[in-house]
């Protein structure tokens, strides 16, 4: 009895999935290009903060109309937190909490998703969906 008791235990245990890994902390270099990114916005820097995006990536015109119009607003303020984050030092995959008030507008949030490639010593945009969390509200 000991012995069926002990093997079903066993057996149990090799049927339960290993624990998740532990993830990697982001690297402070991309958290600090997330920092910047998020303040460079608040402080309504549209070159500085469009400076941070590959001009050939999809939808980057409608991006600079749409961050033009928000900095040209009288108050904005930008506050990401980084959700998920996977790849390596050259390329992430990541999903930023995104919070964004304009104004005296209800703040917006939404995860958006984005992708950063290193470009010599500098991350640089190279995707991000939704564009459209980026319209400013009608006047």
Known sequence: MKLWAALSIC???QAQAP????????????????RTTADALTNKD????????????????????????????DQVLS??????????????TMQLDWILTVDAER????????????HGKKWTFTSIEPIEFFQPPAN
């Open 79 to 92: 506050v990401i937190e980084i959700v998920s984050d996977m790849g390596d030092e050259a390329e992430r």
């Open 11 to 13: 057996w149990a245990l």
């Open 107 to 118: 703040p917006r949030r939404q995860v958006v998703n984005v992708k950063i490639e290193k």
């Open 19 to 34: 624990p998740p890994m532990p993830r990697e902390p982001t690297p402070k270099d991309v958290r600090d290009f997330i």
């Open 46 to 73: 549209s070159r500085d903060f469009l400076g941070r995006f590959d001009g050939k990536m999809p939808g980057f015109d409608t991006l600079n109309y749409e961050i033009e119009a928000l900095t040209a607003r």
